[in-house]
């Protein structure tokens, strides 16, 4: 699984599977999701709990 977030100024984060879990970010700022905290991420917009800015 990928996922590119390019933004109109030029910032490129990536959401990642890897092999623990997930990364999001780019290079030299990347945050790490154990598979516990994706899901809890994924319930949380599936339900409602977190939605668009």
Known sequence: MELNLCG???????????KDGVEIGENG???RLKPNE???LVDG????KLSKL
């Not at 109109?8 to 984060?13: E, L, M």
């Not at 917009?45 to 409602?48: E, F, P």
Request: proline share 5%.
């Open 8 to 18: 109109d100024k030029g910032c490129c984060p990536i959401v990642k599977g890897v």
């Open 29 to 31: 700022n990347l945050v």
């Open 38 to 40: 994706w899901n809890a």
């Open 45 to 48: 917009i599936k339900t409602g």
